[in-house]
């Protein structure tokens, strides 16, 4: 379906106003890749109806999550006061993103964002009522010392949280140097190195690959994916991070769970790891939001029907979030991939 800027243009003001409140006056770049041309347009467009002086650079689509832009890219990066990002992959996790924040930057990570996301979907979630639920999970994980997560397709797998911060993704980014990537509507944090136990069955979809036919397993010791099991898709897995060819790429990077009860598991990541109730586990790069762990890439792997225990207490089961009291969301239960 192609969709045309009176489609699209709604959605894009949303992103330009209720997620990076954009103002008159600031320098807006839009980074995209030739496939995300036509939401660049639009954002760019949704932009000078504020008065901003909106730009937009075009980049080769990178390879991987987390690959870093040109020196070029990099440096408008750091003179802008919002950034867009609709890019094929994501950059979010890259030294470029790193240092415009530090510069005062608010980045819209927009990674594998499609036409139909523009219309409907996780951007119908009302961001604002959803912000307690996920300041209020961020605040359990980093007050947690341990967190276990299993489901019924096998999935036991134990790590360590201790004095590491959770991290409220709540799709807005108004203030300098803040971050959002809606629709993903999430709570995370960077477990500590080296903790990481057990099996990980991924049900869901893969950064990069998209939605799984068959179930991809990760055998995780001392922190570190030490095995890939599978078909096809655990294949294109074990390519992508030997492709990378740093030790660091296997190593468990984040455990999140999704919180947007508008967003659907489609194959996209900022759809997929912002479902309501779905867990995801990344490998790579953290040291962008925690961790202490440099790696050139970043791939979450989403997992259905999950049960979350913080220090032994249950917070998620069977995909339901529990016990929580902040909203009418928080014993919603996300729907089966379409």
């Not at 987390?66 to 994501?90: C, D, W, Y």
């Not at 029907?305 to 995909?319: E, H, I, Q, R, S």
């Amino acid at each position: 379906m192609i969709l045309g800027f009176v489609d699209m243009i709604n959605v894009a003001k949303i992103l330009v106003v209720d997620c990076a409140s954009v103002k008159h006056g600031e320098k807006v770049l839009v980074v995209t890749d030739a496939s995300r041309l036509s939401i660049a347009i639009v954002l760019a467009a949704a932009a000078r109806e504020r008065d901003a002086e909106s730009v937009i650079m075009v980049m080769p689509p990178p390879k991987v999550p987390g690959q870093e832009p040109s020196i070029i890219v990099a440096e408008a990066m750091k003179n802008a006061h919002v950034i867009f990002l609709p890019l094929t992959r994501s950059i979010a996790h890259t030294t470029a993103t790193i240092e415009a924040r530090k510069a005062g930057a608010r980045v819209i990570s927009m990674a594998e964002f499609t036409e139909e996301m523009m219309v409907s979907g996780g951007m119908e979630a009302d961001f604002v009522s959803q912000k307690p639920l996920v300041e209020k999970l961020a605040e359990l994980l980093t007050n947690a010392n341990t967190a276990q997560v299993e489901s019924p397709l096998g999935t036991n797998i134990s790590m360590q949280l201790a004095e590491r911060k959770g991290r409220a993704l709540t799709g807005i980014a108004h203030e300098p140097g803040s971050y959002a990537t809606p629709p993903d509507i999430e709570a995370s944090i960077a477990p500590l190195e080296d903790t990481a136990e057990g099996v990980v069955m991924v049900d869901g979809s893969i950064a990069g690959i998209g939605l799984l036919t068959e179930t991809v397993k990760l055998v995780v010791k001392k922190g570190k994916v030490v095995e890939i099991l599978g078909g096809t898709e655990a294949r294109k897995l074990k390519d992508m991070l030997e492709e990378a060819k740093n030790p660091n790429v296997y190593r468990i990077a984040e455990l999140g769970i999704g919180l947007n009860p508008k967003a659907k598991l489609k194959g996209t990541i900022l759809e997929d790891e912002g479902a309501l109730g779905v867990i995801h586990i990344a490998v790579g790069k953290n040291y962008t939001f925690g961790g202490k762990i440099d790696a050139p890439i970043h791939v979450d792997s989403m997992l259905l029907n999950c049960t979350l225990k913080l220090d032994g207490k249950l917070v998620l089961k069977d995909g339901k979030l529990l016990n929580l009291q902040v909203g009418r969301h928080s014993e919603g239960r996300f729907h089966e991939k379409k």
